[in-house]
């Protein structure tokens, strides 16, 4: 059957208005979802993203980005297309494409929980959904964010009393700077990687309250060893730049913690269930939701989801795509990040 937006070698294109969302081939045209580098990729002659995102989206491939602020439509072609709030980092949008009555909306990454870095995900009807799977499995359902950051201050306090520093593992473009924006510096000083850097400042300068914090020198570690809650990526453990602060204890932030093993996998002393994306229960609600006869899945346990549609009588396919996941993108974040910052 034809559908409103199609996946081709080059990414998910929409013939009615010749662009592309999220291509990873160089377009003419790229509506971009967010700044994440499987989504946002250099190379494409215009881009087009939601206001808040623009300098994120710029940051990343280095050209001129068109902005349009959340909710304006455009004409594009033969289609209408607006850009909504995803929830899953700053600027990150929705995309919804309306061709003669008919609705397709591409989620882009979501997540249905608050977020002081990013406006909060708008529910939207669609005749077509383009969904993320990242976590399509009953086992990924989230705590609530309070309870997961009581117990991460808990950690780094009865670190301190330990004298280790806290050594917190994440993404860092997005995750990093929601926690930023909801750790309590009260508890002590918080520094951070060079590979968090970049994206802190462009979201300061976007007027996003983060907790006071600062790029870690190397004379930081005698200091403050011991007392700092630190920043990173994965990539920096087990580098001759973390090993100055030892002794330390390593928290991860992810939503892949929620099961044991990733968190033994990973060599981390903690595991925190912290994540950007949806989980079951918000993916079915959105399913449901939406209204959509027909779901095309991306990211992840796609084939679990679509199974289950499927088993529920909903019409539901795994779209080829050559977006990575949560995971992928920490590690391909972070090529930089054993090098001193
Ligand atoms: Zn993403
Ligand atoms: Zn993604």
Excluded at 127 to 139: C, N, Q
Excluded at 190 to 213: K, W
Excluded at 234 to 255: E, M, V
Aim: hydrophobic share 40%.
């Amino acid at each position: 059957m034809e559908r409103l937006i199609e996946s081709t070698s080059s990414g998910l294109y929409c013939a009615a208005g010749d662009f592309f969302i999220d291509p990873w081939r160089p377009v003419a045209r790229a509506l971009i979802t967010h700044a994440h580098s499987d989504h946002a990729r250099p190379g494409h002659a215009a881009y087009l993203t939601a206001a808040p995102g623009a300098p994120l989206v710029r940051e990343r491939v280095g050209a001129t980005v068109e902005s349009i602020p959340y909710g304006e439509r455009r004409r594009i072609g033969d289609a209408w297309v607006s850009f909504h709030p995803a929830g899953h980092m700053r600027g990150a949008s929705q995309i919804r494409v309306e061709v003669r009555g008919r609705v397709s909306v591409v989620t882009g990454d979501f997540k249905r929980d608050a977020d002081p870095t990013a406006d909060l995900y708008e529910p939207l009807r669609c005749d077509e959904l383009i969904m993320e799977s990242t976590f399509a499995l009953p086992i990924y359902q989230w705590p609530p964010v309070a309870s997961v950051m009581d117990d991460l201050h808990a950690w780094w306090r009865e670190n301190q009393e330990a004298s280790r520093t806290s050594v917190l593992l994440t993404y860092a473009v997005g995750k990093a700077q929601r926690l930023l924006a909801m750790l309590n510096p009260e508890i002590g000083p918080i520094l951070y990687h060079g590979a968090v850097e970049r994206f802190v400042e462009l979201y300061r300068a976007a007027g996003v309250a983060l907790a006071p914090a600062r790029k870690a020198q190397a004379e930081d570690a005698k200091a403050l060893r011991g007392r700092a809650l630190l920043i990173a990526p994965p990539s920096a453990q087990n580098t001759p730049w973390l090993r100055k602060w030892a002794p330390y204890s390593i928290g991860f932030a992810s939503g892949w913690m929620r099961v044991r093993g990733a968190r033994r996998r990973r060599g981390a002393d903690r595991g925190f269930v912290i994540s950007d994306h949806a989980d079951w229960p918000a993916l079915l609600q959105t399913i449901e939701e939406s209204g959509a006869e027909w779901i095309g899945l991306t990211h992840g346990y796609g084939d679990a989801l679509a199974r289950y549609l499927r088993e529920q009588g909903r019409n539901a396919d795994v779209l080829r795509t050559e977006f990575a996941g949560e995971d992928h993108e920490m590690k391909s974040e972070m090529p930089d990040a054993s090098e001193p910052p």
